[in-house]
């Protein structure tokens, strides 16, 4: 019975397992809870992967440096991505317990890994920023459009902050404001991590 009103439920929403790239930026909600109930390992180390190498790609393409360095350079990110997005999670979990939320790594791994497709989408604006960098930023047109880009940059960035805090609703049953403040702590957690770290790296420098 519960399996027929999950599929009542799917087919009204129009979300299917070969269109939940699309889903997910128009009904996000309803996409998430599709994922974790249908599907949810579905992409998981792969978004994780790709979202790690966005940045290398980046350089790699406006530097116009595609040799040996900079393919271990994007290899070496997205194992780097794969493993914050794992420790990300993880702190999710920790900081959502300590909010009340009772949900697992696991599917916390699956939010961490779907908020990453406005990241990888971000790929595509490296085509027109490429073609900015060819021409100069001399002419005004040019400038703007530069700057443009730079706002739909921005604007993905948010919206893959909105699709994890969407996807902690769900998982941590926590609302929007709660969802909100496990993400924080997590993100700070993983700040303090990082500066923990490089201070422990540049102390043994220095010895």
């Given at each position: 019975?519960?399996?027929?009103?999950?599929?009542?439920?799917?087919?009204?929403?129009?979300?299917?397992?070969?269109?939940?790239?699309?889903?997910?930026?128009?009904?996000?909600?309803?996409?998430?809870?599709?994922?974790?109930?249908?599907?949810?390992?579905?992409?998981?180390?792969?978004?994780?992967?790709?979202?790690?190498?966005?940045?290398?790609?980046?350089?790699?393409?406006?530097?116009?440096?595609?040799?040996?360095?900079?393919?271990?350079?994007?290899?070496?990110?997205?194992?780097?991505?794969?493993?914050?997005?794992?420790?990300?999670?993880?702190?999710?979990?920790?900081?959502?317990?300590?909010?009340?939320?009772?949900?697992?790594?696991?599917?916390?791994?699956?939010?961490?890994?779907?908020?990453?497709?406005?990241?990888?989408s971000s790929?595509?604006?490296?085509?027109p920023e490429?073609?900015?960098?060819?021409?100069?930023?001399?002419?005004?047109?040019?400038?703007?459009?530069?700057?443009?880009?730079?706002?739909?940059?921005?604007?993905?960035?948010?919206?893959?902050?909105?699709?994890?805090?969407?996807?902690?609703?769900?998982?941590?049953?926590?609302?929007?404001?709660?969802?909100?403040?496990?993400?924080?702590?997590?993100?700070?957690?993983?700040?303090?991590?990082?500066?923990?770290?490089?201070?422990?790296?540049d102390l043994?420098?220095?010895?």
């Amino acid at each position: 019975m519960n399996e027929v009103l999950d599929d009542i439920r799917s087919s009204s929403s129009g979300i299917t397992e070969r269109n939940l790239l699309v889903q997910i930026w128009l009904q996000p909600r309803a996409t998430f809870t599709y994922i974790l109930e249908n599907c949810p390992r579905k992409y998981v180390t792969l978004f994780l992967f790709i979202g790690g190498t966005t940045g290398a790609i980046s350089n790699a393409i406006t530097s116009g440096s595609v040799g040996l360095p900079s393919i271990l350079s994007i290899l070496l990110g997205g194992i780097f991505g794969w493993m914050l997005g794992m420790l990300f999670a993880w702190l999710l979990n920790v900081t959502g317990r300590l909010l009340g939320g009772p949900a697992t790594s696991p599917p916390l791994q699956t939010v961490v890994a779907w908020s990453e497709v406005p990241i990888i989408s971000s790929l595509i604006l490296l085509i027109p920023e490429l073609l900015l960098q060819q021409a100069g930023s001399s002419n005004s047109f040019l400038f703007g459009a530069g700057g443009l880009i730079g706002l739909i940059s921005l604007a993905l960035s948010i919206w893959s902050i909105v699709l994890i805090v969407i996807g902690l609703t769900i998982v941590q049953g926590f609302s929007t404001w709660r969802a909100l403040a496990n993400f924080l702590l997590a993100a700070l957690m993983m700040i303090l991590l990082a500066v923990g770290l490089f201070i422990t790296f540049d102390l043994f420098t220095v010895l």
